[in-house]
């Protein structure tokens, strides 16, 4: 593959300027159009053929012009890059696309600070407008992440770029089979992870992203429930539960448990009004310290896949403040009836310690009345009277 560098001019109009990124895949450049007044910038994929066999390269070719007819459909949507060339050079393949001046949504989700509600909420809202669009002409974005996002200066409208590893759906049940893993850790689901994409592993990938935004957590800080290879994150967010079950319902680990389309969710996001989670003030009580187990709706998770959080300020999971109802004493119970259940507060009785005082003096009564009748009738008298009774 050819290297270009800053000033080559390529098909005669497109000046590069400098690298922006480089995969298996090919490189991204971006360029400027000097036949038009403004020169203005634009991005140019440069897209590696297989082989450079004369079959595998005329197959190579259908295909890119295949992709690039699905670009130029793509980009008839606001928020997705319109496809402004397409062309062939020394045997390489290179699309030229409209250039978005922006800033990705990385540099808006930070680690440690968390999102409203509302801007989660409008956030999926506009990009899954466009995942509807993509997946309504039968095609997979495969790599849907914060990077892959642009807030556009413009307007400020969100914007998926980045289609380089866009896929056709050729196969049933809206699933593209035999390809190889295209995707990036951390968004990828599982089926995309083995080659086998569906529309739904675009909401997967969203999903995540929406979860870093809520938690506060970094991709790699969030970890999966060994046991059922479900996302563990709800111990950090601050959401009302229907935003819960929608992001879980996202995230799933197997792909017919999700949403099967972008609509479901945008119906999903729309079916519940829109609420305003207080920020609870942090009130000095006990705390318990749970290093084994995070609290969790659907299944017990070991302490082994809970990520840590140094930095202060930021959610700590494994730290659970129990309730002011829950640290309060229990009132002391009143007294019950003989027979009935014990207490231990003050000045609750026994009947059972009554028995021996009364016991013992009924003992001490009796021996009192057998000697003042013995020394009143004398010992025989009284042994006969005592023995006919």
Request: charged share 20%; proline share 8%; net charge neutral.
């Amino acid at each position: 593959m050819t290297d270009l560098k800053p000033n080559d001019l390529l098909d005669r109009r497109y000046r590069v300027i400098d690298t922006l990124a480089q995969g298996g895949f090919g490189k991204t450049y971006i360029a400027e159009d000097t036949r038009r007044p403004t020169n203005p910038q634009c991005v140019i994929k440069q897209l590696k053929p297989p082989s450079n066999h004369p079959k595998s390269l005329e197959n190579a070719r259908r295909l890119f012009r295949t992709e690039a007819e699905t670009l130029e459909r793509l980009g008839k949507h606001d928020q997705i890059p319109m496809l402004l060339a397409y062309f062939e050079e020394d045997e390489e393949f290179y699309l030229v696309q409209e250039f978005i001046e922006g800033n990705t949504l990385s540099s808006e989700i930070k680690p440690g600070q968390s999102w409203s509600e509302s801007q989660v909420r409008q956030m999926l809202q506009e990009v899954l407008r466009a995942l509807s669009f993509i997946h309504q002409n039968r095609v997979i974005h495969r790599d849907i992440k914060p990077d892959n996002i642009i807030r556009r200066h413009q307007d400020n409208k969100l914007v998926l770029v980045d289609f380089g590893t866009v896929k056709q759906i050729r196969g049933p049940n809206n699933q593209v089979s035999g390809t190889i893993a295209v995707g990036t850790p951390g968004y990828m689901s599982t089926e995309q992870g083995r080659g086998n994409p569906r529309a739904n592993s675009d909401i997967y990938g969203l999903g995540m992203i929406a979860i870093q935004a809520v938690t506060g957590l970094t991709i790699n800080q969030i970890q999966e429930d060994p046991n059922t290879g479900e996302v563990i994150w709800e111990p950090w967010a601050k959401i009302s539960d229907d935003l819960k079950r929608i992001l879980s319902k996202m995230v799933r680990y197997h792909f017919r448990e999700r949403y099967q389309s972008a609509t479901e969710v945008i119906q999903a996001l729309e079916s519940y009004p829109q609420v305003s989670v207080p920020q609870h003030k942090s009130v000095q009580q006990p705390t318990i310290i749970q290093s084994t187990q995070i609290p969790q709706q659907n299944s017990p998770i070991p302490s082994t896949g809970i990520p840590s959080i140094p930095q202060s300020g930021q959610p700590q999971p494994t730290e659970i403040s129990l309730p002011p109802s829950q640290l309060s004493p229990a009132p002391a119970s009143s007294p019950q009836p003989f027979g009935g259940s014990q207490s231990s507060g003050v000045g609750s009785q026994n009947p059972r310690r009554l028995l021996l005082p009364i016991g013992v003096a009924t003992t001490v009564i009796g021996i009192l009345i057998y000697l003042i009748c013995l020394f009143l009738f004398g010992c025989g008298s009284f042994g006969k009277t005592f023995g006919q009774v």
